[in-house]
């Protein structure tokens, strides 16, 4: 995990061949300093996922595509949204020299490492999560979700590691410092999902399979790691998961030590 929060996501998973960014929302200077803090070098990448179109996903993405000559998958949809969106002054769109269209629901390789994108609920064009399948492992990637539909928990199930949005306490949430539109936007269906709600999956619905299992896009102003950590603590320990579950907190402002299986 490079990076997590509104502030830019970026995540690497790596098989031993094969290596792909997972969002690119934290600019092209900062993506290639901190693959280097980890012993990683951005040349080795062989592609870049795009979850959604939000700058925090893809913030840095034409550079990154652009110095490494990568391909760059994208839904069709998420990838119409992103050219509208970075349209310049004389309404010309952005290019990817080597972009790959997929679709949620039909996976596809990269490399060696079996990709499957699921839709989640979320305000974007066409958003998605991942499931990462190499070397008899499978991680699962879920941020930017209102909710979680049963259709995502069937995507999660048997991850080895399980990346999970923790986005906001929600009595934080509702005394902080957003306008009222905003607090309503996050809070619903297509917004963030809460600890509250995380917990709530951890409890009664997750399969107690993963060796790791990462809390991400941690609100700045409406969380506290330490509260995130403490409510998913609970949920896992009331499933006698804590102590084959580990624990970890993505952060905004530094790259996670790199997790191995
Ligand atoms: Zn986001
Ligand atoms: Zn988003």
């Not at 031993?16 to 200077?29: F, N, Y």
């Not at 034409?62 to 002054?89: C, N, Y």
């Not at 905003?182 to 619903?188: F, G, I, L, P, W």
């Amino acid at each position: 995990m490079l990076a997590s929060g509104s502030r830019g996501n970026c995540a690497v998973v790596a098989s031993a061949s094969t290596k792909i960014l997972v969002d690119a929302g934290i600019s092209g200077r900062e993506t290639f300093k901190r693959l280097k803090s980890m012993g990683e070098d951005a040349h080795s990448l062989s592609a870049i996922l795009v979850t959604h179109e939000h700058s925090d996903h893809i913030y840095g993405l034409v550079t990154l595509a652009k110095r490494l000559s990568i391909p760059v998958f994208m839904t069709g949809a998420t990838h119409q949204a992103w050219a509208r969106a970075l349209r310049d002054e004389h309404g010309e769109k952005p290019r990817l020299d080597k972009f790959e269209r997929f679709e949620a629901g039909y996976r596809f390789h990269v490399g060696d490492i079996e990709v499957k994108p699921f839709t989640i609920p979320h305000d974007a064009a066409d958003p998605v999560g991942f499931t990462f399948r190499a070397e008899g492992v499978k991680i699962g990637i879920a941020t930017d979700l209102g909710y979680l539909p049963v259709s995502v928990r069937d995507h999660l199930r048997g991850c080895d590691v399980l990346v999970m949005e923790s986005n906001h306490d929600l009595e934080m949430l509702r005394v902080g410092p957003y306008p009222w539109s905003v607090k309503q936007r996050v809070m619903s269906r297509v917004g963030h999902l809460s600890n509250d709600a995380l917990a709530d999956f951890l409890m009664n619905d997750y399969d107690n399979n993963a060796a790791f299992v990462v809390l991400a896009h941690l609100s700045e102003q409406n969380n506290h790691p330490e509260i995130a950590r403490r409510e998913a603590e609970k949920a896992l320990s009331s499933r006698g998961g804590l102590f084959q579950n580990r624990l970890l907190l993505a952060s905004q402002t530094e790259a996670l030590a790199p997790i191995q299986l």
